[in-house]
């Protein structure tokens, strides 16, 4: 596990509020995703929006891991500077960007790119021509309706694959994201979106090879259908990211328990309401997130689960509230007299957020809590 820069901090000293990584949780996570990958046999290309962290990415690849997934060409150049080439940049590409695709491509980053669209195609070739640079661009296939892509029945599948591969790109496959799976609580239901992404980006790849056009990559994924995937017949690799964490949304999902949450927000009680049966901590929504993804799910947490100093939760307290720099405790469905003297001004707790990408982003860095009680600094990043 790597190990950048251990401090003398513990959780009884560290400034709050503070993002904290359980590395022995992480690590059960990355091992379980990875040996699921292999078990299927297809590959893993792990999202790292989600840490936006190199130590993170490193426990990812040591893992065994091919390459990564990106939103943002700076975690493409970060990354590349780390060491990484086998790149996905998995959002949309627009022509003002494919100056500086080229530019970490002429670095020797072996960046994929995305479209869903004849215009951005178009877009594309022609940069592309008129740098000298052959671009390999994925085809975004819409599987579930939820977000972009084209769907593998469409006309314009064959059209943005003609104009991409007559054009002088490279054709390098076709990818999905079943998004639509956050949306669903049931093994049964987890299963059939699973294979219905595959299949959608199956149909697609199979109607470019028909036509006469290369499709040598499959990628399909999401943190829910990776964990409930059945088969991945016809699949090349799987895409996730936020299993590295999981959050209260994956929980509620059904893909994780609370106690393998691996990221908290370390927070301390800074005063109380007892009449209105609060205490207030200093983790407000500037460390939390405004994320409140939770509210239309079986269980609303809030603003996240209240959890003791040693990360065991404490059934029925959630952060109900939060403001800039100040966040409410309370006891869900029920005034609690005592609050004040089940939580001292001073009392250092956990609180396990509902999205641990957005919940991360509030971060200059993540302190990683190794299994002895030692802290070690990662460096995460910000910024597009």
Known sequence: MPDPATTADTLDTLDTPAAIVDTARMQRNID????????????????AKTSKSPAVVRAQIAAGARGVTVSTLKEAARFHAE????????????????????????????????TDSVASAQAIVAFGAEHGERFEVWIEIDSDGHRSGIRPDEPALIE???????????LGGVMTHAGSSYDLDTPEALAAMAEQERAACVEAAEALRAAGLPCPV????????????ARLDGV???????????????????VCTEDELALSVLTTVIG?????????????????????????????????????????????????????????????????????????????????????????????????????????????????
């Open 32 to 47: 379980r995703m990875q040996a699921r990958m292999n078990a299927l046999g297809v590959a893993f290309r792990p999202h």
């Open 83 to 114: 060491g990484i080439d086998d790149i996905l940049y998995a959002v949309g590409m627009v022509p003002g960007k494919l100056p500086q695709a080229l530019a970490l491509r002429r670095q020797g980053c072996d960046l994929k790119i995305i």
């Open 160 to 170: 943005v694959g003609r104009v991409l591969h007559d054009g002088g790109a490279r």
């Open 218 to 229: 499959v990628s399909v994924g999401s943190t829910p259908t990776a964990l409930s995937a």
């Open 236 to 254: 090349t690799e799987v895409r996730a990211g936020v299993y590295v964490f999981f959050d209260l949304v994956m929980r509620n999902v059904g």
């Open 272 to 384: 109380h309401q007892a009449e209105k049966g609060w205490a207030i901590v200093d983790a407000g929504w500037m460390a939390m997130s405004r994320d409140r993804g939770t509210q239309k799910q079986k269980q609303d947490f809030g603003y996240g689960q209240v959890c003791d100093l040693d990360g065991r939760v404490l059934p029925g307290y959630v952060l109900s509230g939060a403001n800039q720099e100040h966040g409410i405790l309370s006891r869900e469905g029920s005034h609690d007299e005592a609050i004040a003297e089940r939580f001292p001004v001073g009392t250092r707790l956990r609180i396990l957020p509902n999205h641990a990408c957005a919940t991360g982003a509030q971060f200059p860095e993540y302190h990683a809590l190794n299994a002895d009680g030692t802290l070690a600094t990662w460096s995460r990043f910000h910024g597009w």
